[in-house]
């Protein structure tokens, strides 16, 4: 999906139930598996409208929100303006391939349905790994491998992950101590017939 696709979709995004249940069950996984603590500062990668960042928000002190669909963009900062949560929502245009946070690393980044879309998985992680604080988190929601089924004809990105294939690479992007957990099982017709698709939760550490 190009960033245009994303962009024309942003402003019902949030009316799929679907997509909602999907934020809330990946933060949920996300609280029980890792130690969160008081202060900590975060980044989601791939923020769309914010689903997954409003979910967590009341676990972090800080967190900035990256995009790089200006239509996602304006949800998310309409969102948090109702919100009133200027002083710890940030919503920002990033390329993380490209560019970084200007002055900010961050105690944890997480990050869902995101990676599957970039093209360089192995720049991807050693960048989140190069925003991260000594002793930093990293927290991917993806798709396991599938047969394509899930985004149909025409997608030109990832089919999912294998969980070993990926625990391989984040060890040679610096992580450390990588585990997985099944935090969402997506039910989907496709050519009239109900499929799965599991979404798996990668956590990382960089120590």
């Not at 967190?63 to 919503?91: C, F, P, Q, W, Y």
């Not at 200007?102 to 944890?108: A, E, T």
């Not at 925003?131 to 997608?155: K, Y």
């Not at 990926?166 to 992007?173: K, N, P, Q």
Request: net charge negative.
């Amino acid at each position: 999906m190009t960033t245009g696709n994303f962009d024309a979709r942003a402003a019902t995004w949030d009316d799929d139930p679907l997509k909602v249940e999907r934020a809330n069950a990946i933060a949920a996984a996300i609280v029980r598996e890792v130690p969160l603590v008081a202060g900590m500062r975060a980044l989601e990668y791939g923020c769309g409208t914010g689903l997954l960042s409003f979910a967590l928000r009341t676990h972090f002190a800080d967190i900035t929100m990256a995009d790089v669909s200006d239509g996602m963009l304006a949800v998310a900062n309409a969102k948090i303006d109702a919100a009133g949560g200027r002083d710890h929502l940030e919503a920002i245009k990033l390329d993380l391939l490209l560019e970084t946070v200007p002055g900010k690393r961050f105690d944890i980044i997480y990050s869902a349905m995101t990676l599957h879309h970039i093209p360089d998985t192995d720049a991807i992680l050693r960048r989140f790994q190069e925003q991260l604080v000594r002793s930093g988190i990293l927290c991917i929601a993806d798709l396991d491998t599938e047969d394509g089924s899930f985004h149909g004809a025409g997608f030109d990105g990832h089919l999912g992950f294998d969980r070993a294939e990926l625990t391989a690479r984040a060890l040679d992007a610096g992580f450390a101590k990588v585990r997985f957990t099944t935090a969402f099982e997506m039910n989907k017709t496709v050519n009239g017939k109900n499929q799965t698709f599991p979404v798996f939760l990668m956590v990382a550490g960089t120590a």
